[in-house]
């Protein structure tokens, strides 16, 4: 029988959760990352006792396997309970989301409320009369899901903003996960688990991520950081991985998080033309982080706030004080907040280096009403990998490319929100990776099947 040695690309949570469990069933992997780093996107920079959550990650679950594995690695007393509380900020007004149909009625003003209410009730009329089709695009399933005004107010320059294209160039897949629907109850004092609330890590998310590298380390797994794979071979029977410093490792199967087209960019023997050319075809958006330590005290009850408007060039920014107070000094009693730039990789906003986001920062913070005359700390964060980009040709791509690995590459396994180029929170990042190592183990499980399901997602179990 082949040994069994694996190899991972990228110590991000699919990364190191894969090789977690290869661990729980006996099996030593080997780890290479590319940055200096672990946790991937969900990772948290640090500057002296400044920390930045370049995602603002919220932990939330409908698996109870995920859970435990979150428990498992963090003692009870480093995880808070934080209350979401997001807004909107829309002609200057905060406009709690989920949207919530009192608020929308009466916090713009009745005109406004009255058109969009009339429009919201008009899209419910069209959907209930005719037995229609999913909505294709991004434009139609938002105006048929929150009425023409709405959408308008609400979601079309967001998304513009954030995903850098035309609503109508996007597909719907995502949104149904991500976007709640209007909450038309009358407020309720329910039972506390039925608070939106999700779990954090008490310094941030890249807490969780080095405590599971802490793990790994301690079983004996090599880790190794700044290790890039730039070539893949399979022989046949293994794998072997150059990395950039020209260093070679091989094993019995591949597990892969780095993003998709890079993947069969670098696979030997060549994939045929067709795969190549489908492959170039996955896209990401950017992130840029500006985590902005303000000396003056705001009072904003949120802690994520969406600035649709174009009087703004951020997309979202975080309050970090209401993630958690930890990511600042002690003692700081001032506004520690991250800004988020959407780009794309080479746009002018990635490449204007750090001055020329200043001044980008600066005006967003005069356009809301922020003194920037006492700044206490900054700090960029840029994450080039940061969405997989969700065209209309995307599906049906990664499917041709699943199925072409599958047939000709069946231990190699793809993992995680870029490794299988899909729209994945850390949970599902982490579900990919046990069901690869099942699949590895001759089980019956299907990682691509992790995360199809269309309903919506941004809820998850509470547990203490
Ligand atoms: C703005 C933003 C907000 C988010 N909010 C949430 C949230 O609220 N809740 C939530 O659960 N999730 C959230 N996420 C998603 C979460 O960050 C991801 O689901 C998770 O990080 C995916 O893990 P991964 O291991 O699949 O990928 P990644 O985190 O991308 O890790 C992949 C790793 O592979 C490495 N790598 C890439 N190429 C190579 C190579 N050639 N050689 C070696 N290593 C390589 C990378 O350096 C990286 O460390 C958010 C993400 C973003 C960008």
Redesign the pocket.
Known sequence: MTPRNPLI?????????AGLELVSRGVMPRI????A???????TPSDGAWRVD????????RHEEIMDLWKSLLPHDEWIVVPRRSAMLVDRHFVPYPLKGRDLLMQLGFGTGLRGASNFMWSRFRRGLRAIDRPQTFRQWGIEEFGRHWYQMFFDGYVRKTWLADPDHLSSDWANQRIKPIDWRRPSRGHPADQDV?RYPRCG?GQLWDAAAAALTNSGVPLSLN????AIRHDGQNWTIQLQDGNTASGDALFS???LQ?LVH?LEPTPPKHIRAIAATLRHRA?I?VAVALKKHYDIPFNWVYTPGPEFRVGRIQNYGNWSEALAPEGFTGTHLGF?YFTLPHDDLWVAGDEGLGSIVESDLQALGFDNSELEHVMIVR?Q???PIYDPGRERNVVRIRDFLRLNHPTLHP?????MHRY???????L??LHSVARYFGENADPWQVNTDLGYHESGILRS
């Open positions: 690309i990228g110590a991000g949570p699919a990364g190191l959760t290479y990352e590319a940055s780093h672990v946790g991937g996107l969900a990772r370049p995602g603002g990650h919220r932990f939330f679950t999700f998310p290790s890039r794979i730039e998080s780095m993003p890079l670098m992130v982080t988020e994450s990998h940061a969405y993992i995680g929100r870029n490794g994945d929170n850390q949970d599902h990042a982490m990919s990776a």
